[in-house]
C-alpha cells in the first residue's frame, strides 16, 4: 500500500513562493510518474503538473507554466512543487499523487491510483 504526506501549504500573499513537499512510501517509487493536483472551492480537481518516473518529462499546466516547477528524488522517495509569483487564482488544495501505472505518465485525475490528503494553499491579494 502507498502513502503519500504534503505538507509545505499556508497563506502567501500574491507575489510569494511556496515550496510543497511530498513524502511517499512503497518499494517501487523510482517506478512511478507523480503529479501535483489542484482544487479549488466548487471547482473541479485540475491537473498542474506531473514528472515521469525518471525525472525526464514535466508537463504542466498552462496556468502555472512558468512560475511552478516539480521535481523528484528517488532515492528520498520525494516529489517537490516549488511555487513562484503565486497569484490568488493559485488558492487552492494541492494533492500529491502517484500514478496508477508502472511508466506511464497521464495528466488527468484517473491516471493516478493514490492521493495525498491535501494541502492548503492560499493566496492573499
Known amino acids: 500500500q502507498v502513502q503519500l504526506v504534503e505538507s509545505g501549504g499556508g497563506l502567501v500573499q500574491a507575489g510569494g513562493s511556496l515550496r510543497l513537499s511530498c513524502a511517499a512510501s512503497?518499494?517501487?517509487?523510482?517506478?512511478?510518474?507523480m503529479g501535483w493536483f489542484r482544487q479549488a472551492p466548487g471547482k473541479e480537481r485540475e491537473f498542474v503538473a506531473a514528472?515521469?518516473?525518471?525525472?525526464?518529462?514535466?508537463p504542466y499546466a498552462d496556468s502555472v507554466k512558468g512560475r511552478f516547477t516539480i521535481s523528484r528524488d528517488n532515492a528520498k522517495k520525494m516529489v517537490y512543487l516549488q511555487m513562484n509569483r503565486l497569484k490568488p487564482d493559485d488558492t487552492a488544495v494541492y494533492y500529491c499523487?502517484?500514478?496508477?501505472?508502472?511508466?506511464?505518465?497521464?495528466?488527468?485525475?484517473?491516471?493516478?491510483?493514490?492521493w495525498g490528503q491535501g494541502t492548503q494553499v492560499t493566496v492573499s491579494s
Open positions: 499523487a502517484q500514478a496508477g501505472r508502472v511508466w506511464y505518465m497521464g495528466l488527468r485525475p484517473d491516471d493516478y491510483k493514490y
Open positions: 514528472i515521469a518516473w525518471s525525472g525526464g518529462s514535466t
Open positions: 512503497g518499494s517501487t517509487f523510482g517506478d512511478y510518474a
